[in-house]
Nanobody, 128 residues
Framework: QVELAESGGGLVHAGGSLSVSCAAS????????WGWFRQAPGKERDIVAA????????TYADSVKGRFTISRDNAKNTVYLQMNSLKPEDTAVYYC?????????????????????WGQGTQVTVTS
């Protein structure tokens, strides 16, 4: 079993930066891929960014490309999302998610249904 604990987020003016992180505990001796999702009120939960086990492969939603960066530290069982040039439309609850994979797996995963474990969510609010 894996538990995810998110931290970071908050309130920022448009153009500002925020970072969120997510630490895994429990069964952390396995390989796993990570994703960040977000959900705005009345909308579906959508992928923001995803990263493979090795960290060598990443993908981003078109709306955040060039502004957000996903990274991971396997030694700390932690994934990060650095968000720059924030816009009001980035306002949402941000969720980290993880799934077990194999040590040889170089894939990232972008669907909600790909993931088994979820963080509690952290609010990011961008004011205009």
């Amino acid at each position: 079993q894996v538990e995810l604990a998110e931290s970071g987020g908050g309130l920022v003016h448009a153009g500002g930066s925020l970072s969120v992180s997510c630490a895994a505990s429990g069964r952390t001796s396995s390989a796993y891929a990570w994703g960040w999702f977000r959900q705005a009120p009345g909308k579906e939960r959508d992928i923001v960014a995803a990263i493979s086990w090795s960290g060598g492969r990443t993908t981003y939603a078109d709306s955040v490309k060039g502004r957000f960066t996903i990274s991971r530290d396997n030694a700390k069982n932690t994934v990060y999302l650095q968000m720059n040039s924030l816009k009001p439309e980035d306002t949402a609850v941000y969720y980290c998610a993880t799934r077990f994979t194999s040590y040889s797996d170089s894939y990232y995963y972008t669907q909600v249904t790909d993931y088994n474990y979820w963080g509690q969510g952290t609010q990011v609010t961008v004011t205009s």
